[in-house]
């Protein structure tokens, strides 16, 4: 990325439109003048992208992806998908600058709903087979996977690992969902792309970023894979499915 990055500086183009968080951090090493706009962040302030989300000084703003804050949110839905559930493991990159946030949230959700987490930690994509054989040690009854651009790469064996072991899990992007996951709560990425395009226009027209406040997605969907479903031997209560906004059969 670093590499790619400082090729479009050379190419000296009015706009960089930057995705993810390592994304993001290689374009704005490269360039402090060329705007950059961003989606697919998890959280731009503690990445050390901006300053403030309100105002965010520099040449960078964008779409965050709101992950910490929706930490909670993901586990209750979770909780609801397995209301049995006592222990719940939670996929962690702790090299992810993010998860830090993350994982507290997860951690204060877990003490309101008595649920006990393991914390499994993952660095590199090797260490995936052996990490979900240590949370069917522990016999963890679901899973919460943490944003991280690694897991997002992995997101086929991630989704066909929880399955052959027959762990429920929840996701903050739609395509683990599609690559055979459970759950998904969290941001829209194609609103995010367009959103990030609304400030892209708002950057030509020659406005600076430095003055437009990182926005929140428009909004959040909950999808909920009912083939997963199936396999893992779950029955979801309805009040779960009418709530979704996606039901892939």
Same mark, same amino acid.
């Given at each position: /990325?670093?590499?790619?990055a400082?090729?479009? =500086?050379?190419?000296?183009?009015?706009?960089?439109f930057? @995705?993810?968080?390592p994304?993001?951090?290689?374009?704005?090493?490269a360039?402090?003048?060329?705007?950059?706009?961003f989606?697919?962040v998890s959280d731009?302030? =503690?990445?050390g992208?901006?300053a403030? =989300?309100?105002?965010?000084?520099?040449?960078?703003?964008?779409?965050? &992806?709101?992950?910490?804050e +929706?930490?909670?949110? !993901?586990?209750s839905?979770?909780?609801e998908?397995v209301p049995?559930a006592?222990r719940?493991g $939670?996929l962690?990159?702790?090299?992810?600058k993010?998860s830090a946030?993350m994982l507290e949230?997860t !951690?204060?959700?877990a003490?309101t709903?008595?649920v006990?987490?393991?914390?499994?930690?993952? !660095?590199? #994509?090797?260490e995936?087979?052996k990490?979900?054989?240590?949370?069917?040690?522990?016999?963890?009854d679901? &899973? =919460?996977?943490?944003a991280?651009? /690694?897991? $997002?790469?992995?997101r086929?064996r991630?989704?066909?690992?929880a399955?052959?072991?027959?762990? #429920?899990?929840i996701y903050?992007l !739609?395509?683990?969902?599609?690559a055979?996951?459970? /759950?998904?709560y969290?941001?829209? @990425?194609?609103?995010?792309f367009e959103q990030g395009a609304v400030?892209?226009?708002k950057v030509l027209?020659?406005?600076?970023p430095?003055d437009l406040p990182?926005?929140r997605p428009w909004?959040f969907?909950l999808?909920?894979?009912?083939k997963?479903?199936?396999?893992l031997g +779950?029955?979801? #209560?309805p009040? +779960? +499915?009418?709530?979704?906004n996606?039901v892939?059969?």
């Amino acid at each position: /990325m670093p590499k790619l990055a400082a090729e479009l =500086v050379r190419l000296d183009v009015n706009v960089i439109f930057a @995705y993810s968080t390592p994304g993001t951090l290689a374009a704005k090493k490269a360039t402090a003048t060329i705007p950059i706009v961003f989606a697919g962040v998890s959280d731009p302030l =503690v990445a050390g992208i901006v300053a403030s =989300v309100t105002r965010p000084g520099g040449n960078v703003t964008g779409v965050t &992806l709101d992950n910490p804050e +929706l930490s909670p949110k !993901r586990l209750s839905l979770l909780k609801e998908a397995v209301p049995a559930a006592s222990r719940v493991g $939670v996929l962690v990159n702790p090299d992810f600058k993010a998860s830090a946030a993350m994982l507290e949230e997860t !951690r204060s959700a877990a003490r309101t709903l008595g649920v006990d987490l393991h914390v499994v930690d993952v !660095r590199a #994509p090797h260490e995936l087979a052996k990490k979900f054989d240590t949370l069917s040690t522990q016999k963890a009854d679901a &899973l =919460v996977v943490l944003a991280d651009p /690694m897991f $997002v790469s992995q997101r086929q064996r991630i989704a066909e690992l929880a399955a052959s072991h027959r762990i #429920p899990a929840i996701y903050h992007l !739609r395509q683990f969902v599609e690559a055979g996951g459970l /759950m998904f709560y969290g941001a829209d @990425y194609v609103e995010a792309f367009e959103q990030g395009a609304v400030l892209v226009d708002k950057v030509l027209k020659g406005a600076k970023p430095a003055d437009l406040p990182v926005e929140r997605p428009w909004r959040f969907a909950l999808a909920i894979n009912l083939k997963a479903a199936k396999t893992l031997g +779950l029955t979801l #209560p309805p009040s +779960l +499915l009418l709530r979704a906004n996606d039901v892939i059969q």
